[in-house]
């Protein structure tokens, strides 16, 4: 609810949890799923210690938000959802990613290798993958996430060698 950017009045994270705002505890427990509202409660409060969430105050009102790190957190969950939309018309260029990542990276170096393959990327070489549509924010919010950035290279490019076979596979003719 809160990555949905649902504003939660804070109150109820003080121990004297106001009478007025049960009922809001209990509708938000009951749509979280949550077997009792001090569960919830708790949840909330764990949230906050890991920075994932904070309490600013807005208007006289206590609002519970999303954090950067929390932002982070849950775009880290919607990385399973991400996909390279086909434009009805190709523009002729092509997308080129290559990366040189360290072994000590090498959890982040195969997980975006299998990401780049489940996106629809063709492999030219180990390091190498080639799309034909725009794909550079895809591109830097999963290399980012896999925390392999700095290490990572898109280039655009209007030549390929062996571009007909490419176009083939992707269905350009």
């Known amino acids: 609810m809160i990555a949905a950017g649902v504003a939660i009045p804070a109150a109820f994270l003080m121990p004297n949890i106001p009478i007025a705002l049960r009922p809001l505890v209990k509708l938000l427990s009951n749509q979280c799923h949550a077997r009792k509202t001090e569960n919830f409660t708790n949840s909330i409060i764990t949230l906050k210690h890991k920075r994932l ?3 600013v105050e807005k208007d006289g009102e206590q609002i519970l ?5 929390g932002k982070k957190r849950v775009l880290k969950f919607n990385l399973d959802q991400i996909e390279i939309v086909r434009p009805r018309k190709w523009d002729w260029n092509w997308r080129i990613v290559v990366f040189d990542i360290p072994e000590k990276r090498r ?4 997980a975006l290798r299998r ?3 489940q996106l629809g990327f ?4 180990k390091s190498c993958f080639i799309h034909p549509f725009d ?3 895809e591109i830097d919010f999963i290399s980012e996430i896999y925390e392999v950035s700095p290490y990572v290279n898109f280039i655009v490019a209007r ?5 007909k ?9």
Do not use: F, H
């Open 115 to 117: 990401k780049l393959k």
């Open 65 to 69: 938000t999303l954090s950067e790190a």
């Open 107 to 110: 959890e982040g170096r195969d």
């Open 159 to 163: 030549e390929v060698e062996g571009a």
């Open 53 to 55: 969430v904070s309490i």
């Open 122 to 125: 063709y492999q030219l070489q």
């Open 165 to 173: 076979q490419l176009q083939k596979v992707y269905n350009l003719l």
């Open 135 to 137: 794909c550079k924010s």
